[in-house]
């Protein structure tokens, strides 16, 4: 069920909270070099599904492309300068992910955003993305920025406690969004992916994290 009550609605845009907004097709004027970049990130480290510290292998598959890359296993979850399946560094940002990322936190209010990490994320129909909050980085002052590409997704917006109540935020192609301030460290998560074919994409839902990790 969507809240249309929480949202402070202006054009394309919608605020979910004092930091954080979704930009309604944001990224769609930058859908040909995201995907044609992304291809190339994929050939040098290809998804994988990584093993939480529980012992539980995460339903996502994901890669990374920057300077560091957001990992997990038996040990824990970090981020590393190397991909741990070659041994090699990650791709680098490709910039028209910079530049997209820029762009986006900048409309949200955050002037002068350089991610150092962009987490992709590949969900299939079924996969599903547990609440948790996002506090491996160094820095809580800095937004994250969310691309999404492919398949439509319900996004879950928590509070600042597990057991605090979810909104149901619907994620379509080329939606960004950018949690910062207040809202850096609400929990979220996403709903089981349906399967809803999208003509770029098929039965694939990517989304793009950038982050400043280190
Ligand atoms: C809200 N990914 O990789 S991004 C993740 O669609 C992750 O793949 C989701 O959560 C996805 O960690 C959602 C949106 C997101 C990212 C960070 C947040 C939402 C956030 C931090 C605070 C609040
Ligand atoms: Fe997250």
């Not at 190397?82 to 910039?95: R, Y």
């Not at 079924?126 to 994250?144: F, M, T, W």
Request: charged fraction near 20%.
């Amino acid at each position: 069920m969507q809240t249309p009550d929480l949202f402070d609605t202006a054009g394309d845009r919608h605020r979910l909270g004092p930091g954080a907004v979704v930009l309604r097709g944001f990224a769609l004027p930058f859908v040909d070099e995201l995907l044609s970049a992304l291809a190339g990130i994929e050939a040098a480290a290809p998804f994988r599904h990584m093993v939480t510290p529980g012992g539980f292998t995460m339903s996502v598959a994901l890669t990374n492309c920057g300077v560091l890359g957001w990992t997990t296993d038996r040990r824990g979850y970090r981020y590393s300068a190397t991909d741990p399946d070659s041994g090699q560094p990650w791709p680098a940002m490709p910039a028209a992910f910079a530049r997209l990322a820029s762009e986006a936190a900048l409309a949200a209010g955050f002037a002068g955003f350089e991610p150092d990490a962009c987490l992709v994320n590949r969900y299939q129909p079924g996969v599903r993305l547990s609440l948790h909050q996002d506090k491996d980085e160094r820095d809580y002052d800095a937004p994250i920025v969310s691309v999404s590409l492919g398949m439509p997704a319900t996004f879950l917006f928590g509070g600042l406690a597990r057991t605090d109540p979810t909104a149901k935020v619907p994620l379509a192609h080329g939606d960004v969004v950018v949690w910062g301030g207040a809202d850096r460290l609400r929990y979220h998560g996403v709903a089981p992916l349906k399967d809803t074919p999208h003509p770029l994409l098929g039965s694939r839902r990517i989304n793009l994290t950038f982050r400043k990790a280190g």
